[in-house]
């Protein structure tokens, strides 16, 4: 909480954020909504209170850090990093469920506030070692008969843009993606 309030009053000259990770970023926000309202459990708030109160709280988390601006008024890059999770995909048979033997690979936060998360974020980037054991970036979800991927990368889906679904894991590979796939804010500009 004070971190972000100094990035948010304090004149810096930062332009990028780095939460690590936002699975305890959540615990945190868990643990502060507890003890705002006297709770030993998020579930104690009477009527759904308590998990209401959880959401609202970690919705203006994401909220106050994607808006983050540094002294010059410009909006700072804001990366946040998750563990991820396996969960088992179960389909509904009748009255009962199966599992189907696959896989869900996606962020470690619970499934609402992963919810909360992904629809505030242009992109959820999946970091893994490929075939040929190279570092990539992973930019859009992939159902595989193991597995379905979670990622994401907002782009222009009317227009047919998006970036590759595989980048090389560097900075200057997705930079260079993305200038190449949706040009520079000049290009743009002149296109209009």
Same mark, same amino acid.
């Given at each position: 909480e004070n971190v972000l309030d100094a990035l948010e009053t304090e004149d810096h000259q930062f332009m990028t954020v780095v939460v690590d990770t936002v699975d305890v970023l959540f615990g945190m926000c868990l643990k502060h909504v507890c003890k705002k309202y006297g709770w030993n459990d998020v579930g104690d708030g009477a009527f759904g209170k308590g998990w209401r109160a959880?959401?609202?709280?970690?919705? #203006?988390?994401?909220?106050?850090?994607?808006?983050?601006?540094?002294?010059?008024?410009k909006k700072m890059m804001v990366v946040l990093l998750s563990h991820e999770r396996q969960e088992m995909i179960r389909v509904r048979r009748g009255s009962s469920e199966m599992d189907t033997g696959r896989f869900k690979i996606t962020s470690a936060l619970p499934s609402k506030a992963r919810g909360t998360l992904h629809a505030q974020v242009d992109m959820v980037i999946r970091c893994e070692m490929n075939e040929e054991n190279k570092r990539v970036m992973?930019?859009?979800?992939? #159902?595989?008969?193991?597995a379905e991927i979670e990622a994401k990368s907002r782009g222009d889906l009317a227009g047919g843009k998006e970036l590759d679904e595989f980048i090389d894991l560097s900075w200057k590979a997705l930079h260079q993606n993305f200038k190449k796939k949706f040009g520079t804010k000049k290009e743009a500009a002149d296109a209009k």
């Open positions: 959880l959401e609202l709280e970690w919705t #203006d988390r994401i909220v106050r850090v994607r808006n983050l601006r540094n002294k010059k008024g992973r930019t859009r979800t992939s #159902d595989t008969p193991a």
